[in-house]
């Protein structure tokens, strides 16, 4: 009850809200060809610098919805390391690190 009355007080928060969640269906079944219509109407909302982020670099962000794989295990891999180099950050040297490196997998 109470979201309705702000989104009838506030209509801007009302497209803003219903922009996001179609952005969140788009991305989830990753239905390329609604991406181009999406940043169009979003150009006009308050979410226009997301929309102009978005557009700026619009020939990876669809290849992101086409393409099946990720490079999430790259990423979470990366962030493993970075946190154990943070963790012995000034009290190691690069031979403590391998070491940990091969007993934390």
């Known amino acids: 009850m ?5 989104e ?3 209509p801007s ?3 803003g809200r219903e922009l ?3 952005f969140t269906d788009i991305v989830r079944n990753a239905r390329e060809n609604a991406l ?3 940043l ?7 979410l226009s610098s997301f929309a102009r982020g978005l557009r700026s670099d619009q020939t990876a962000v669809a290849a992101a919805l086409r393409e099946p794989w990720s490079n999430g295990q790259t990423e979470g891999q990366i962030n493993r390391l970075k946190t154990l180099k943070r963790q012995m950050y000034g009290r190691a040297n690069i031979d403590l690190l391998k070491a940990q490196l091969v ?3």
């Open 103 to 105: 007993v934390a997998s």
């Open 13 to 15: 928060l009302a497209t």
């Open 36 to 38: 181009a219509a999406w």
């Open 8 to 10: 009838a007080a506030l």
């Open 20 to 22: 996001t969640d179609r």
């Open 40 to 46: 169009d109407e979003a150009e006009d909302s308050m």
């Open 2 to 6: 109470q979201v309705a009355r702000i």
